[in-house]
């Protein structure tokens, strides 16, 4: 029974390195959402893909991060040039399809260390 | 400007007691309500949901309340048990479909 997996679960980056984050939704799942969790707050919205298609980008906190579906499947979340402030879980999502009801599935989440 | 707030860090209750988590939010616009609950390295776990037409949903021990003339909503877990310890986070839709959390509440179950 295959959830949202994520890889790597740990990422230590030395200032400067850019990083590549993964995300392989529940098999057949339309929408992928990344979120940023900073320590003791909750998730916060980053990026939403309906299938290959980024239709919102509004969360990403600059340029130098930038996500990608290209086959509507799994998802890569790239960080350039990082800064110590990028040091958060990643967590990503995925839900059947695109409705207000439908329900999002965590996967474990990529913490990420900046040293 | 924080949309969505849980106002309590944390919440001790003893085993076989109802747990109640509270959630206030800002925005008039949301149209769906979640709690999802979180253990230690692992993703927020979906809980239970509601939408806005409604004032109440069941789930087994799990019932969301949703109140919209105060923008609030609780969850309550009654009896609350050992397992029931990890951090609960309230979420909220708006159009789009992304979700926008509280911070979190951590839910100790005493034995």
């Known amino acids: 029974g295959a959830g949202v997996s994520q890889s790597p679960r740990y990422k230590v980056a030395k200032r400067g390195q850019d990083v590549a984050l993964r995300c392989d939704p529940i098999?057949?799942?339309?929408?992928l959402f990344w979120y940023q969790q900073a320590l003791g707050q909750g998730p916060e919205f980053l990026t939403y893909?309906?299938?290959?298609?980024?239709?919102?980008k509004s969360g990403l906190p600059s340029d130098r991060f930038f996500a990608e579906r290209p086959e509507g499947s799994v998802s890569t979340l790239k960080i350039q040039r990082t800064q110590q402030e990028d040091s958060a879980v990643y967590l990503c999502?995925?839900?059947?399809?695109?409705?207000?009801?439908?329900?999002?599935?965590f996967g474990p989440g990529t913490r990420l260390t900046v040293l | 400007d924080q949309q969505v707030k849980q106002n309590s860090p944390s919440l001790s209750v003893q085993e076989g007691r109802i747990s109640i988590l509270n959630c206030d939010y800002t925005?008039?616009?949301?149209?769906?309500f979640l709690w999802y609950k979180k253990y230690p390295a692992e993703g927020p776990t979906f809980l239970i949901s509601?939408?806005?037409?409604?004032d109440k949903n069941e789930d087994g021990r799990f019932t969301v309340f949703l109140n919209k003339s105060a923008k609030h909503l609780s969850l309550h877990i009654v009896p609350s048990q050992p397992g029931d310890s990890a951090v609960y986070f309230c979420?909220?839709?708006?159009?789009?479909?992304?979700?926008?959390f509280g911070a979190g509440t951590i839910l100790r179950v005493k034995s």
């Open positions: 999502a995925s839900s059947l399809f695109s409705g207000s009801a439908d329900t999002q599935y």
């Open positions: 098999s057949g799942h339309v929408s």
């Open positions: 893909f309906q299938n290959e298609a980024q239709l919102d």
């Open positions: 925005n008039s616009m949301f149209d769906y």
């Open positions: 509601i939408s806005s037409i409604k």
């Open positions: 979420a909220a839709r708006e159009y789009g479909n992304k979700l926008v």
